[in-house]
């Protein structure tokens, strides 16, 4: 949902010639400009320092949401941080790869990609930058989805066939277009 | 008979392309019998009945039909006929090669290869050499000659600064422009803008078609390489669609002229338009979910159209029965 709605910024400053381009700190800065000046709310809050070797204190965030096959660009970019090198690792979400600046970046190996759509036919990486209720998906009847199983008693006299299904009734939405940007990137 | 088998029948009328029978639990066998041809004795001829089974090479189909002039039935194993077709996943078309494309607002690509581009379809070019402008744009097309050509749909502020050298498109909307128009999947999704006009009330022309509707808000997003700087940001209604052309509430006749970035300006953001709600005083009885994102993916089989394809031709009239079986593999 928001790959195909939310409005996007496309990578520039990076020197891999495609267009985006592949994520560099100016960027990430031009995201969180955007998303502070849309007086977005961080959703994490700052991890103050300590006086630990190897690590530095963690600004307050917005959550960028982006695919596993970003990581290594993400460790190239300035100002990169670890989240080992949080000052209190232990408040990191197990899903969180680093910070940089304002975002904290959650990866998955599912994360949203455009195939073969940059100017050079790369595969496009869509990072969604969010801010604090910037959307939200709407419960339908009270629940969002159901997995049935039905045991092979159901199935007739002799037991023989299980089933299973799925069912949705839920609605996504953008609360607030101005506090989600997607920022899209190819690999470097 | 064991359980948790479905049967699924319809009737529809041609129109000589492609069409998409949804199947939500999934298909698994598929019968389809065209009336208008199975009394006829077309030369050449037509095909009157066809059968698919899951286990069946991809895109293929059995076809009978009256042999040419007569009423005598024949029979085949054809292909292309039907295709297995899931519009939240669908298939990955591989790239074709662009030998040339104009510098025009419309811009014609030359190709030697047009199959299964249709009036409408959408198509992604990539690596044309000089102009890298153009590159990652999604476009609507038209004006397709068979082996030859294609044209950009929706006309670009002016010409993108050179003659396109060699590059490559990719078809987007697989089997026809209908009904898969909704590339993506989630409506009302962004588009992105190719001209805006200095006019009051402004229209505003995607790249693709929007298929928004009267009513809903849209945000645009013009970034500097776009001219029409004071666009940027603002919230607008949409006051009536045609195709690419979305005509909105804005008085633009004050502003900087909208242009398309020459192809010495890149990289750039594209300009875009975001739908972000409704206006609902154009609505009857709206309610709070009336603006919120659909998913409108579906899964199914493709029939093909025309004279041996199962979907038949213009105004042929066409039934069907389909199902799943409960040990299919």
Known sequence: ?188 | MATNTTTLQGTFTGTGGPVFIPFVSGIDWLQVYNLTQMNASPNPHAGIQWYWQRQMIAGSGIEYFNTAGTQVLNAAFVTPAFFLYDSTNPPQNAPVVIAAGTNAVQPVFTTGTTTNLFTGSIVRVTNLATTPNLNGYDFSIDTIIPATSFRVKNALANAPGAVTGAGFYQLISSFGPTPQTNVPYWYPSNRRIVNITQANPAVITTSVDSAYIAGQAIRLAVPPQFGMTQADSLVVNVISVNGGDITVNLDTTGFTAFKFPLNTVYPFTPAQCVPVGEETDQFSNPNLLDDATINTGQTGIVLMGGINGPAGQNADNIIWIGGKTFNGS
Do not use: H
Request: aromatic content about 12%.
């Open chain 1, 1 to 188: 949902m928001l790959a195909a709605t939310a409005g996007f910024i496309n990578c520039t400053g990076g020197v891999n010639g495609d267009n985006p381009t592949e994520i560099t700190r100016a960027d990430v800065d031009e995201v969180v400009r955007t998303l502070l000046n849309n007086n977005a709310y961080t959703i994490m809050d700052n991890i103050e320092g300590e006086d630990k070797f190897g690590t530095a204190p963690v600004r307050d965030a917005y959550f960028a949401l982006c695919s596993t096959q970003l990581t290594g660009n993400l460790d190239n970019v300035a100002g990169f941080i670890q989240k080992n090198q949080y000052p209190a690792p232990m408040n990191a979400l197990r899903s969180e790869w680093g910070a940089i600046g304002n975002l904290r970046f959650l990866v998955s190996s599912i994360g949203s990609f455009f195939a073969n759509a940059s100017a050079l036919g790369a595969n496009v990486f869509n990072i969604f930058c969010v801010g604090m209720e910037a959307y939200a998906c709407i419960e339908q009847d009270g629940y969002s989805a159901s997995f049935i199983y039905r045991p092979p008693i159901y199935d007739g006299p002799l037991a023989l066939n299980a089933s299973v299904g799925y069912k949705f009734a839920e609605v996504p939405r953008i609360t607030n277009d101005l506090w989600v940007i997607n920022l899209r990137a190819t690999l470097a």
